[in-house]
């Protein structure tokens, strides 16, 4: 009976709440509204942190498996060498097994127009330990990873659907990569997403530098290396095991391994670490915008119980307990609440949608984002959350001490006395510092992406596009043919009208992409102790530094007559002086990168990773002294070099049709993607921001316009007594400033303490930004001035006489 009784009143409560909120539909409005920006400003954020971070990756037992990688003595951790894998699996004591896979770019024929596809070469039992299965036919066996028996293809699931159209007859049909057939065997199931961008898988071929015991190669890194701990055995002790495995190379390999050791990383760390913090930041930027909300609609809900006050405590008078009275405005919140969700979940579809199809960041795992039944669960519990915190104080300060005293202050009821504006003040001054935090992280983080965007890259991408080219099949397999192949299209491509210079590289700028090898200085002594014997090294062709808009600090760049058959030569960077040239000049030195080459010319330093990142030491070979099958071709235009795309793409195919080419993309896009993370979380955070000072602004007006109408009486005797209207005009005016300072320190001050997680995220900017602070100052102070200036215009214009007949 008591449970039905329950019942029963919660049904009225719920049917009296809509009634109320249908009564007042400009208080249900706004009320909803302010609740659907932060509930969705928070399932939005979560359906990103839910997809990217907290979702668990499809394997087997994921928390088991680790990445290893070579650890070098200056701090930096590189790939494994196929040497150093094969000592790592042999001696392991805490891996269950050790795999390892190498991403290359793959041309495939047969489906419709040439493609590039990337492939995933993987070692012995790779798919098993990652605990993968097929969706149609096998993986691989250990016969196929041997020499001359790996033209056999698994592919992943998207690639069947998508470029194969989901047959059925797939398995044994043959695929042409690189000029050679390759027989699929095998379709993974859905959802494997690792490595990453790999569509289809191949074994790698166990030759000869598969050996624990050899000499040969083992600075050749190439290997990703995955391990599967244990059962009981952490990260940490598997990073022990991989030292002690180190320590042994040390003393085994002094020449190859004297220096270097391993290290080993949670794979979700190794994926996602670098993306963890700033959308925790984002999420907890969220969670502010929705304390602003609630504040926001506690004040609205105070101003209505004010109103209220007579109602309630007839209802006391007639033997209705203060639970009751409480519950009864609870679950007045919980309704708006539940509208406020339902509007706040649609703009989290269309935002999370939004943010999907744009793209407007490479963050891993992506398309796994959507508004999905967690995303629906948290938002449906932040909503029960949110209509307690915003609704507990309204109900608690409107059925506190006795309903009567709604008749004392002066007639007016407790909540529109100094008590009731009090805890409306308390309310702004939080909203304001909360929108303080904000503002004070997303101008840091402005203040930041500006530093960013002023940093030289080196090279000038104004006027140039670029387009990687690879040369596959049998009939490039002589350097002599690629040299003449690339030789010929750059004759082509600089007789286009407009074309100022064509060149090409084996790794653009601000890509990351190069090669290591070992490096030393001819009758240089050995390097110090923490400086690593490698140096970063590209290919290049004769007008690559003239079509990049690079600099040349001295000595000459690279010719044609840098052939084959002359003596070899290299371009080094800037920051190669500083790291192996003491003198200051290495033109005419000599450097031993494989053969002894000479120093011919410096070339400044181009930027190879990000603007935060100092250019490392590089050497540069002239492309026909080491023909490769890939380039990456720069066009530099008088004009738009965008136009020739077309011409661009046709010159290729007409010398062959079979190559497979990727968009032609401005040089632009290198700097654009290089500060594309920056960009998008600086844009999120200072969106929130603005909606939370939007919030904050309004709750400003809304309680002084609420004060202006509970101090009408008041106002009138002041005037009456001969108070200008100025004067009127200062009071509410200060009042208000007044919140804004108290919320504007309070803010400041988390700013400060909450600034620490910030830290790694900025770039030429410190906390105590002196520019950031004075302009959330100003917009603060400001905007408190702006909100309240018409409440205090209305005071002033209240006629005294009129207002004291009306009191």
């Not at 003595?73 to 001696?91: H, L, Q, R, W």
């Not at 504006?421 to 303080?436: F, S």
């Not at 040089?667 to 603005?690: C, D, H, K, Q, W």
């Not at 200060?734 to 804004?740: D, I, Q, V």
Request: net charge positive; proline share 5%; glycine share 10%.
């Amino acid at each position: 009976m008591a449970r039905t009784e329950y019942l029963s009143e919660l049904r009225q409560d719920v049917g009296y709440a809509v009634r109320a909120l249908r009564s007042k539909p400009g208080f249900a409005i706004v009320a909803v509204l302010t609740l659907a920006l932060g509930i969705g400003a928070n399932s939005a954020i979560f359906s990103v942190v839910y997809g990217v971070l907290l979702d668990s990756l499809p394997y087997r037992s994921p928390a088991e498996l680790v990445t290893i990688q070579t650890a070098y003595p200056n701090g930096k951790n590189y790939t494994v060498s196929a040497a150093d894998f094969m000592s790592i699996a042999a001696e392991s004591r805490a891996f269950s097994g050790v795999a390892a896979y190498s991403n290359t770019s793959s041309t495939v024929l047969g489906l419709g127009e040439p493609k590039e596809i990337t492939r995933a070469n993987v070692t012995k039992s790779f798919f098993e330990l990652l605990g993968v299965g097929v969706a149609r036919g096998r993986l691989f066996t250990e016969d196929e990873h041997t020499p001359g028996r790996t033209n056999v293809l698994v592919v992943s699931h998207g690639f069947w659907q998508q470029e194969l159209g989901g047959s059925s007859d797939v398995i044994g049909r043959s695929v042409t990569i690189g000029g050679v057939p390759n027989t699929i065997i095998g379709v993974l199931s859905p959802g494997v997403e690792f490595p990453a961008e790999a569509r289809l898988f191949g074994p790698i071929a166990y030759d000869s530098l598969f050996s624990a015991t050899t000499t040969t190669a083992r600075r050749s890194e190439w290997l990703s290396v995955v391990g599967r701990l244990r059962g009981g055995e952490t990260v940490e002790g598997g990073r022990r095991d991989v030292q002690r495995i180190g320590a042994r190379l040390q003393q085994d390999f002094p020449q190859t391994n004297g220096t270097l050791t391993f290290t080993a990383t949670s794979l979700t760390d190794a994926l996602f670490g670098s993306v963890r913090t700033p959308l925790l930041v984002l999420l907890g930027a969220a969670g502010f915008v929705l304390l602003v909300a609630c504040a926001n609609v506690a004040n609205l809900l105070l101003a209505r119980a004010t109103a209220r006050e007579s109602e309630l405590a007839v209802r006391a008078a007639l033997g209705a307990g203060r639970g009751r009275l409480v519950r009864q405005l609870l679950t007045e919140s919980l309704v708006l609440a539940a509208l406020g969700t339902m509007a706040g979940l649609a703009l989290a579809w269309w935002g999370t949608r939004a943010l999907v199809r744009a793209r407007p960041v490479e963050l891993p795992r992506l398309d796994q984002v959507s508004v999905n039944g967690t995303v629906v669960l948290f938002t449906i519990g932040i909503a029960l959350l949110t209509g307690i915190l915003f609704g507990i104080l309204p109900a608690l300060s409107s059925t506190g001490a006795r309903l009567s005293q709604s008749l004392r202050e002066g007639g007016r009821g407790a909540l529109a006395g100094v008590r009731g504006r009090r805890v409306r003040g308390a309310l702004v001054i939080a909203e304001m510092a909360l929108a303080v935090v904000l503002l004070v992280g997303a101008g840091l983080l402005i203040r930041s992406f500006i530093e960013l965007t002023r940093v030289d890259p080196g090279f000038d991408p104004d006027q140039a596009v670029s387009v990687r080219v690879s040369l596959a099949g049998p009939r490039y397999d002589e350097p002599a043919a690629r040299t003449q192949f690339f030789n010929t299209l750059f004759e082509q491509l600089k007789a286009l009208p407009g074309v100022t210079a064509v060149g090409g590289t084996s790794g653009l700028p601000l890509t990351g992409s190069a090669a290591i090898l070992s490096f030393a200085v001819e009758g240089a002594p050995p390097p110090p102790p923490g400086v690593v014997g490698e140096i970063r090294v590209q290919v290049t062709t004769p007008e690559y530094f003239t079509a990049i808009g690079g600099k040349l600090l001295s000595g000459r760049l690279l010719n044609a007559y840098d052939r084959q058959d002359a003596a070899p030569v290299v371009l080094v960077n800037r920051a190669a002086i500083a790291r192996w040239f003491p003198d200051g000049d290495p033109v005419g030195e000599r450097v031993l990168i494989g053969p002894a080459r000479e120093v011919v010319g410096v070339v400044d330093d181009v930027l190879q990773t990000s603007p935060t990142q100092p250019a490392e030491p590089e050497v540069y070979f002239p492309y026909t002294q080491n023909p490769t099958r890939t380039l990456r071709i720069v066009v530099r235009a008088s004009s738009d070099p965008a136009a020739l795309a077309p011409r661009i793409r046709q010159e290729i195919h007409a010398l062959d049709p079979e190559l497979a080419l990727d968009a032609i993309a401005p040089m632009e896009n290198l700097v654009a993607n290089s500060i594309a993370r920056p960009r998008f979380y600086t844009m999120l955070l200072g969106l929130f921001a603005t909606v939370a000072l939007t919030l904050a602004i309004v709750g400003i007006f809304g309680v002084m316009s609420y004060i202006v109408a509970q101090r009408r009486r008041e106002i009138s005797v002041r005037m009456a007594l001969g108070a200008s209207t100025e004067e009127v005009t200062r009071m509410v005016v200060s009042g208000a400033l007044t919140l804004a300072g108290a919320g504007l320190l309070i803010g400041v001050i988390g700013a400060f303490a909450l600034g620490g997680v910030l830290q790694n995220q900025l770039y030429g900017v410190r906390l105590a930004d002196p520019v950031t602070l004075s302009g959330v100052v100003l917009i603060l102070l400001g905007s408190a001035a702006m909100a309240s200036y018409l409440p205090a215009a209305r005071a002033a214009r209240i006629d005294p006489g009129l207002a004291l007949r009306e009191n």
